[in-house]
């Protein structure tokens, strides 16, 4: 019998609805708990990285963090700079061959995506501390407060607000990438599409499925996201002031009053 492409969805949702599902809560579980996990190594790689001794410090010192800096730079060089679908190939077969490890498929799709999160998220933090003005933490120092406590309670704070929006966009990245996941067997929701278009030699109504799925959780996340960053940063918009409110404003103020008038100019 002939069915049109919209019964053919039925068939599908009807006989592999709960597949679609389960596929797309572990793509949901793999990218949430991997993006927390990739900012937790981002914020100590990047925070390490920012770290800049004074010429007065010991030599040895000074060896020390060139060798770390060193070390965490290669490390993202190379997870920033090779194919997630690469590195969960080496991670999968390489753990077995190399180290005799017997790694699950889902434990090696979690340690790939928080790995590969966190060599961005580094660079990403780094870059959010570097934009935080340097007296902050000279204020902060002058005050008493230790070189990691003025970090943790001044820098840190004000720049995890302005990744906020960059913490988001990881996340949704992370939704959509999940799916070179398949390569090393992880069920995620591109996983279960294949398997589903193999039993009927159907490719565009499940995929179609599969694109409505990913499209409902990154809408929904993003809206979520946007709502938290509002709340924690305040609107992003800006409203345009016309002359007469800003004469009111500041002449009702008194800015702009002569100092015989009682202003401050």
Not at 110 to 127: D, I, K
Not at 209 to 231: D, G, N, P, Q
Request: overall charge neutral; some cysteine; aromatic content about 10%.
């Amino acid at each position: 019998m002939e069915r049109s492409s919209w019964q053919w969805i039925q068939l599908f949702l009807n006989e592999y609805g709960s597949s679609f599902l389960k596929g797309a809560a572990a793509t949901l579980e793999i990218a949430l708990i991997s993006t927390i996990i990739g900012c937790i190594i981002g914020f100590i790689v990047g925070t390490i990285r920012s770290i800049q001794l004074s010429p007065e410090e010991h030599w040895y010192k000074k060896g020390l963090m060139a060798l770390i800096n060193a070390a965490l730079g290669v490390y993202i060089e190379i997870f920033r700079g090779t194919p997630m679908m690469v590195q969960a190939m080496v991670v999968y077969y390489g753990s077995q061959a190399l180290f005799g490890i017997n790694l699950t498929a889902t434990v090696a799709s979690y340690l790939v995506v928080s790995v590969n999160t966190g060599a961005y998220m580094a660079e990403t933090v780094r870059g959010g501390i570097q934009s935080i003005d340097g007296g902050q933490l000279e204020a902060a120092q002058s005050l008493g407060m230790r070189h990691m406590d003025a970090m943790a309670c001044v820098i840190v704070p004000q720049a995890l607000f302005n990744i906020l929006p960059q913490i988001g966009n990881n996340l949704i990245i992370n939704i959509k990438d999940t799916s070179v996941l398949n390569v090393i067997s992880c069920t995620e929701l591109f996983f279960v599409t294949k398997t589903v278009t193999g039993t009927y030699y159907r490719y565009f109504e499940p995929f179609l499925i599969a694109c409505a799925l990913y499209l409902a959780m990154t809408f929904v996340l993003s809206r979520l996201l946007r709502l938290l960053e509002k709340k924690m940063q305040g609107s992003d918009h800006y409203k345009l002031a016309d002359k007469a409110d800003f004469m009111d404003d500041n002449y009702g103020n008194g800015i702009f009053k002569t100092k015989a008038e009682g202003g401050v100019a």
